[in-house]
């Protein structure tokens, strides 16, 4: 309806194809009527889903591609697992009224009461989370555009409930027909003023950040009314709202967001409205002028002045090149040699020490804090720890924990190659040396500058033709050695056997990546070990068996460097849990 969505609250089951913990009902002798179904519906003033500024009624009407979902229940209320769809018809249309038939409706025997559910193809039902399963109808109010038209896809309403008596049945009661549906608000518009500093530059979109107690930010309907799934449960805590400005009218920005009235008697009784301009934050108060619980189809109307309170310090990456950086207004104080502000920007000369490096500049009370960085800079000298394995021709003892001295520096072959999905691209950009004997682990560092996060994916290639030939004495003189993963299984806390520390055939491409995260001092590299849920190893995602969780690198040693090469065991195994460590670490010297 004009982009816009009636909701009516649903009880139970949403869909018939949800669970429920009521019994279908018995039809009795089996029988029911089958007939064309037809509801008569009309958006009445009281039925409006917004407000225009000055608190009158969006203008609404129907449109093509509406429809309505109506769920048969018992006259007790118990549910019939059975709905139908009925699709609004254009000529109908009359004013705020319209017509929405369905054919060959079956209506069971024994309904009592109709729910009816109005909706529009034109943009989904979002908050109707039918597709994890569920029955429930939520409704996520923390984050908002911030327009009335947002505010109107928020806006719930819930049908009077209707007797099968109120169906006229015609035609030897092969058609039925419902008329004079109304719907009730369930909710509210508030209308937001905030009036910032002379000379403060406000642009739409701008988030606002409404924080407040005793109220919902996020309702989930599973009885007929909101209860303990809503957020926060009871209403009890503190409510987040994240709000875009929708209208600027010289330092007065103007926002709209739904609220869910009626929860307790001290909502929204004291409001915090912040937000963060070119590093500025500004806060305001506002103090609920109305005692008691708010009302469902209000608007009401919130108006704060906003001061400058504290500056959010700006973080930057960007490469090493010399650069200007990010436009500035104003002069900057630094202790580096390396920022300055010229020409209305910050600039950053080009990082030539070898290693990332991070300065602040300070301009116009706000904290810049730049990183120039890239893959060439964790080139040095590393400790690697870890958990050893040795076997025949291995180049470390077996011990928990060990360390080895090695170096991160030229890749062996700088090339990028294709991940399993077929899509995904990674460039080996570095290589390191050190982990056995002259071999070379290509390794792919990838930075991503926008969401200030790096990593490094250690290249375990299990190809037959790129194994390495070892200058080394003793069992691994004159073998070829490859990096693979180690396999094991994934639990649900941690991992465990079966495992696998010979597998040189990962499927197709017969080679993947393991992903370290890298620290945000930038001198840490780790591959984090899985000791409960909320840790994930990197998968061998081609592998054919669900033993496909990476728990560590695994050297391999071979005769010869051909398609037809076999491996009977391990040289040397790395694995990810040392002792008294988080996992497989490299730490820069």
């Known amino acids: 309806m004009k982009k816009l969505m009636f909701f009516a609250a649903m009880v139970v089951a949403l869909f018939a194809s949800c669970s429920s913990d009521d019994e279908p009902v018995n039809a009795g002798d089996g029988t029911a009527k089958t007939v064309s179904l037809s509801i008569n519906a009309d958006l009445a003033a009281a039925s409006r889903v917004g407000f225009t500024p000055d608190g009158g009624g969006l203008k609404t009407s129907f449109q093509e591609g509406d ?3 109506a769920y048969f229940r018992t006259a007790d209320g118990g549910w ?85 008596g109120n169906l006229a049945y015609n035609k030897d009661n092969t058609e039925a027909t419902l008329s004079n549906v109304t719907f009730k608000p369930k909710t509210s518009v508030v209308k ?55 209208e600027v009218n010289g330092n007065v920005a103007t926002a709209y967001m ?104 300070t301009v116009d009370g706000v904290p810049y804090e730049i990183t120039q960085v890239e893959a060439k800079d964790f080139k040095g000298n590393y400790t690697f720890t870890t958990k050893s394995f040795a076997a025949t021709g291995s180049f470390i003892a077996a011990n928990d924990p060990v360390s080895l001295d090695v170096t991160i520096g030229e890749p062996r072959k700088a090339v990028t190659l294709t991940d399993a999905d077929g899509k995904t691209k990674h460039t080996n950009n570095v290589g390191i040396k050190g982990l056995f004997f002259d071999a070379v682990m290509d390794a792919a560092i990838e930075i991503d500058y926008a969401n200030r996060t790096a990593k490094m994916g250690v290249f375990y290639d299990a190809r037959a033709e790129e194994g390495q030939l070892i200058a080394a004495d003793g069992a691994a003189k004159g073998k070829y050695a490859r990096f693979i993963p180690a396999l094991a299984t994934r639990t649900a806390a941690a991992w465990a056997k ?63 460097n051909d398609a037809t090469a076999t491996v009977s065991g391990y040289a040397n195994v790395y694995q990810t849990n040392p002792k008294g460590y988080a996992g497989n670490i490299f730490k820069r010297k």
């Not at 209506?107 to 569920?134: C, F, N, R, S, V």
């Not at 900057?332 to 300065?359: M, S």
């Not at 990962?506 to 001198?523: Q, V």
Request: glycine share 10%.
């Open 192 to 246: 937001i003023d905030a009036t910032f500093p002379e000379g403060v530059k406000v642009e739409k979109g701008t988030p606002l950040t409404v924080t407040t107690e005793s109220t919902y930010n996020q309702v989930q309907i599973s009885s007929g009314n909101p209860g303990v799934k809503s957020l926060p449960v009871n209403a009890e805590g503190e409510a987040k709202f994240t709000i875009k400005v929708a």
């Open 67 to 69: 429809y309505l979902i």
């Open 258 to 361: 739904t609220i869910w009235p009626g929860v307790k008697d001290d909502e929204f009784a004291g409001v915090n409205i912040s937000a963060t301009i070119n590093g500025k934050i500004y806060t305001g108060d506002y103090t609920k002028t109305k005692e008691g619980k708010l009302e469902a189809g209000k608007l009401y109307k919130m108006a704060t002045t906003l001061a400058f309170t504290a500056a959010e310090t700006q973080k930057i990456w960007v490469n090493d090149n010399e650069q200007d950086v990010v436009a500035v207004s104003g002069t900057g104080d630094t202790d580096t040699d390396w920022l300055t502000v010229a020409g209305g920007k910050i600039h950053a000369k080009a990082n030539e020490t070898g290693a990332p490096r991070t300065g602040t500049i």
């Open 498 to 560: 079966p495992w696998k520390f010979d597998e040189t055939n990962l499927g197709e491409p017969n080679y993947t990546w393991g992903w370290f995260t890298i620290s945000a001092d930038m001198k840490t590299i780790v591959y984090t070990n899985r000791v409960n849920n909320n840790v994930e190893f990197s998968t061998v995602s081609q592998y054919s068996s669900t033993m496909n969780q990476i728990v560590g690198i695994d050297i391999v040693l071979s005769a010869t």
């Open 80 to 164: 019939l697992n059975k709905s139908t769809i009925l699709y609004y018809d254009p000529a109908s249309a009359n004013g705020t009224k319209g017509t929405f038939r369905a054919s060959n409706v079956v209506i069971p025997e024994g309904t009592g009461l109709l729910h009816i559910l109005i909706g529009t193809t034109k943009g989904g039902t979002p908050y109707i989370d039918a597709a994890a399963g569920k029955c429930d109808l939520i409704d996520n109010l923390s984050q908002q555009d911030g327009t009335l038209e947002s505010a109107a896809m928020h806006s719930v309403f819930q049908a009077d409930i209707y007797t099968e």
